[in-house]
């Protein structure tokens, strides 16, 4: 098996354990993480009713560095959260490690204001 394979392979486990234990509703949505190399994208998720209640992304700013990316991403999606009146979320990781641009956005997203 590729290295790639296995690494999807263990990140779709570990996801699916997790998303067994995470649900988001309307009044504690879902904050879901995903990571590409170059990108982070963050979506508010109510489960019950299937749709993404607010979504942030570092499309807009290239050239920063990728921390300083997902800082930026988990800090404006606390200020959406917050005018959308939504306080406290459930974080999900997606599968990946909690460290670097993961623990970064999420720090940041706690510092705007979330609670999770």
């Known amino acids: 098996m590729a ?3 296995r690494k999807q392979f263990r990140r779709t486990r570990i996801k699916m ?7 988001g509703s309307a009044e504690r949505p879902r904050m879901t993480v995903f990571r ?7 979506q508010l998720i109510d489960d019950q009713a299937g749709h993404t209640i607010l979504s942030a992304s ?3 700013d290239d050239k920063a560095a990728k921390l300083v990316q997902a800082k930026k991403v988990g800090t404006s999606l606390a200020t959406k959260a917050k005018e959308a009146g939504i306080d406290n979320v459930v974080f999900d990781r ?4 909690y460290h670097g641009r993961v623990k970064a956005l999420a720090e940041a997203a706690r510092e705007g204001g979330l609670k999770f």
Not at 17 to 23: A, G, Q
């Open 3 to 5: 290295l790639k394979n």
């Open 17 to 23: 354990r997790i998303r067994k234990i995470i649900s």
């Open 36 to 42: 590409s190399n170059k990108q982070i994208y963050v």
């Open 58 to 60: 570092s499309k807009d």
């Open 94 to 97: 997606n599968g990946y490690l």
